[in-house]
């Protein structure tokens, strides 16, 4: 089967068999087509010598998101079937010529190896590894790396914001610190507390983070899947990522309440009584 971009029209059944083909669901919806409808392909934009087929099923195209703007309206044809719609009948070689081969090697680390031996070999054989180069200069590598820098500044400016909060909730609590400290508690018996309550803090709200992601996925995908009429997957939490988030989220909240506390526990007795 070979995927094809044509043009389709709804044909009459003729008195022997048609052909079957596939065609996506895009196609499908947008043409109100059914399994078992006859439709007409033609290669020729203008619809010229069209040729009847039988759909014979409706498939899902696989997500790309290098295309995930253009409409997926394609067809899948057996071979023979595609040759002789679009064959030219001027050239006896078009149904016995091809334009690309797909080769799977037995070891696939010798892509590049074979590519390079057998362009040598054949002149004017343009041969071309499939896999995605490791080499960091891909689309998705560079938007990647972006997606690491928008995290970075992120989680820095989000870091700043806790800082101050936290900064503000602890000079709100300087009288309270002030008894603490009249009433003989030490400083460590203060930190030691306010760690163990950043701690607490910090946990709930990287745990109300992740669950909030994980309730909100299911949404965020449907509507960006159903906008751009594709089954690609735009968010996905994964264990990996919940943990990571959790391993930042707790650190720096619990580092933010201690530096916070820390300058004011700094301060004399009578200054933190003061009002």
Not at 10 to 34: F, K, M, N, Y
Not at 132 to 155: W, Y
Request: glycine share 6%; aromatic share 6%.
């Amino acid at each position: 089967m070979s995927p094809l971009l044509l043009a389709i029209a709804l044909a009459t059944p003729p008195s022997g068999a048609p052909p079957e083909i596939l065609v996506t669901r895009q196609v499908a919806d947008a043409a109100h087509l059914t399994i078992g409808d006859v439709v007409s392909l033609s290669s020729d934009p203008s619809g010229a010598s069209p040729r009847p087929f039988r759909i014979a099923g409706i498939y899902e195209p696989t997500p790309d998101p290098m295309r995930l703007v253009s409409k997926r309206f394609e067809a899948r044809l057996h071979l023979p079937d595609m040759l002789a719609l679009t064959g030219d009948p001027d050239d006896p070689l078009s149904s016995e010529s091809v334009s690309a081969i797909n080769l799977a090697l037995r070891d696939p680390t010798d892509a590049t190896a074979f590519a390079r031996e057998l362009s040598a070999r054949v002149p004017g054989l343009f041969a071309v590894p499939t896999a995605k180069p490791d080499d960091g200069a891909g689309p998705f590598a560079v938007l990647e790396r972006f997606h690491q820098a928008i995290a970075l500044v992120t989680v820095l400016g989000s870091t700043a914001f806790l800082l101050a909060l936290m900064v503000m909730r602890a000079d709100e609590r300087r009288e309270t610190v002030g008894i603490l400290r009249l009433i003989g508690v030490s400083r460590s018996h203060i930190l030691l507390e306010v760690l163990i309550e950043g701690l607490l803090i910090a946990t709930a709200g990287a745990t109300f983070g992740v669950l909030f992601a994980l309730a909100t996925e299911g949404a965020v995908n449907l509507f960006f899947q159903w906008r751009y009429d594709t089954a690609l997957v735009f968010v996905r939490v994964t264990t990996g990522i919940a943990w990571r988030c959790v391993a930042l989220a707790v650190p720096l909240g619990v580092l933010a309440g201690l530096v916070a506390s820390w300058t004011l526990l700094r301060r004399d007795i009578v200054a933190l009584l003061r009002r």
